[in-house]
Nanobody, 119 residues
Framework: QVQLAESGGGLVQPGESLRLSCAAS????????MCWYRQAPGKERERVAQ????????NYADSVKGRFTISRDNAKNAVYLEMNSLKPEDTAVYFC????????????WGQGTQVTVSS
């Protein structure tokens, strides 16, 4: 019953911005730390951002720190990722999900949304 629906991806040029959205259901959203993950071809899925249940603390992977901003709206069961100054190496499928480790044991994923950064 856990459902995660990502949207907002697309094709952009380096330096441009995108805002990703995630609609979640099937669990008590406001009780969970939520994350954005991404997976590029040939690479392991990695966590790029996380936000605590009340939205009072955030954390980012070094690769995106200073460029990405995660936020959430518990009234809407939604989490967002504002992506600025995009680089070609940000190209990946982006997923939202609950925080859990190890990532490889997470079995329920949404379809994700493709972000392609290219000239």
């Amino acid at each position: 019953q856990v459902q995660l629906a990502e949207s907002g991806g697309g094709l952009v040029q380096p330096g441009e911005s995108l805002r990703l959205s995630c609609a979640a259901s099937g669990f008590t959203f406001s009780s969970w730390t939520m994350c954005w993950y991404r997976q590029a071809p040939g690479k392991e899925r990695e966590r790029v951002a996380q936000i605590t249940p009340a939205g009072d603390s955030v954390n980012y992977a070094d690769s995106v720190k200073g460029r990405f901003t995660i936020s959430r709206d518990n009234a809407k069961n939604a989490v967002y990722l504002e992506m600025n100054s995009l680089k070609p190496e940000d190209t990946a499928v982006y997923f939202c999900n609950r925080y859990w480790e190890p990532i490889a044991t997470i079995t329920h994923w949404g379809q994700g949304t493709q972000v392609t950064v290219s000239s």
